[in-house]
């Protein structure tokens, strides 16, 4: 495990705190119209590495490309890099399984990436994946983490593992018109061929991430098993792929408080009925609006149109930046600034957060 120091990571209230990036990935992300992760197939295996690169350098190192969706809509890290410049909290990179390696230091919890969840096991090692990140979260001093993840496909394995818990089965998508028929579809071709009805999996979540998940689930659930019962504040920093860590959690007998922090853009999607899922869980939701369709930069009008929506923590940064009393403008400039270096600026004019791992 790493240490980053040279940044003073402070929740508003003045409590230490870290962001967990979860990065890892799922060949669920091949089937056809599931994902915007990436302008083709081969660019979204290298979405996650690249957006670990971006949290923590501010811009891709070993990637070949910056991640953008086949429209044109850069990755959310783009948001949450801007968010960090502004308020300099502390990351760690959690590998959960990457297609491709990363300059980002990461956490090494023995993952593998996930198979297609149409497969009769999706993640075979995910019992093994949840009680590593356990104890790991049982172990980081931080009084309050924020848990957020990468990973292309995972909204479809979401699906799967609320299907498998018995819960309410709703998803956003990283595309302006959710394809959710095409994900209840392959959601029961994945039941099928794992034999498990609906709900069959709601004693077990460790099973239901094995049959119908990706091994980000694992991690972030035992993450924030290990973390709550260690004391530790947790909040998720996502949306519906979030809330199914949510319901890992509960069915793993975590109580009490459980926050989610999202983006308007995940509440405002007609397909997905956020407000009644998080209730369900009894789960403490927290709905941030940008305002990014205020702003003529280039950087924002696709998310404004609904596209991406969430990813890589950038609904828990927002809230964050709100409660720190950061003004929304000074977010949006700070994202048009980092895009800006990302996509036109040389290397030489980039600013990345003063860190040095060990």
Same mark, same amino acid.
């Given at each position: 495990?790493?240490?980053? $120091?040279?940044?003073?990571? $402070? +929740? ?9 990036? =979860? *990065? ?7 089937? @056809? ?13 290298? #979405? ?10 501010? @811009? ?21 890099? *801007?968010?960090?410049?502004? %308020? ?12 491709? &390696? ?9 993952? /593998? ?12 090692? *995910? ?6 990140? $356990? !104890?790991?979260?049982?172990?980081? &001093? ?14 479809? #394995? ?15 998508? /990283?595309? &302006? ?6 994900? $209840? ?8 061929? /794992?034999?498990? !009805? ?20 694992? #991690? ?11 004391? #530790? ?40 009925? %956020? ?25 924002? =009008?696709? +998310? ?28 949006? @400039? ?8 990302? +996509? ?15």
């Amino acid at each position: 495990m790493y240490r980053e $120091r040279g940044v003073e990571g $402070r +929740f508003p209230e003045g409590r230490p705190m870290r962001l967990l990036l =979860a *990065a890892g990935g799922t060949e669920t992300a091949a089937i @056809e119209g599931i994902s915007a992760a990436g302008v083709d197939r081969e660019a979204m295996r290298h #979405t996650p590495s690249a957006d670990a690169e971006i949290l923590v350098y501010g @811009e891709v190192v070993r990637a070949p490309v910056v991640p953008v969706s086949p429209s044109g809509c850069p990755t959310p890290a783009v948001v949450t890099r *801007a968010v960090r410049e502004l %308020l300099a909290f502390e990351v760690s990179v959690v590998d959960t399984g990457l297609f491709a &390696p990363t300059a980002a230091p990461t956490v090494d919890v023995g993952a /593998s990436p996930g198979a297609d969840v149409r497969e009769p096991e999706a993640v075979p090692e *995910a019992s093994a994946l949840f009680e590593r990140a $356990r !104890e790991l979260g049982r172990t980081l &001093p931080e009084d309050r983490l924020v848990l957020a993840e990468t990973i292309p496909g995972g909204t479809t #394995t979401a699906l799967g593992v609320l299907a498998a818990l018995g819960e309410r089965e709703t998803v956003s998508s /990283s595309l &302006p018109d959710n394809p959710i028929d095409r994900k $209840r579809s392959v959601v029961a071709d994945g039941l099928a061929a /794992s034999g498990l !009805e609906r709900g069959g999996a709601a004693a077990d979540p460790e099973r239901a991430v094995r049959l119908m998940g990706d091994p980000v689930q694992a #991690t972030l659930a035992g993450l924030a098993v290990g973390a709550t019962e260690a004391g #530790t504040t947790v909040v998720l920093a996502g949306g519906t792929q979030l809330l199914a860590v949510a319901a890992l959690a509960r069915h793993a007998g975590v109580e009490g408080t459980l926050p989610l922090a999202t983006t308007a853009y995940v509440a405002a999607d007609p397909s997905v009925a %956020l407000a009644d899922a998080a209730a369900d869980l009894d789960v403490d939701l927290t709905v941030t609006d940008p305002g990014f369709d205020d702003s003529d930069h280039p950087s924002m =009008a696709r +998310f404004a149109a609904g596209e991406a929506k969430e990813g890589v923590g950038m609904g828990g940064v927002l809230a964050l930046a709100e409660r720190a009393g950061v003004e929304a403008t000074a977010v949006r @400039e700070g994202v048009g600034q980092v895009y800006d270096r990302l +996509f036109d600026g040389p290397k030489s004019e980039r600013s990345p957060v003063d860190s040095d791992y060990s």
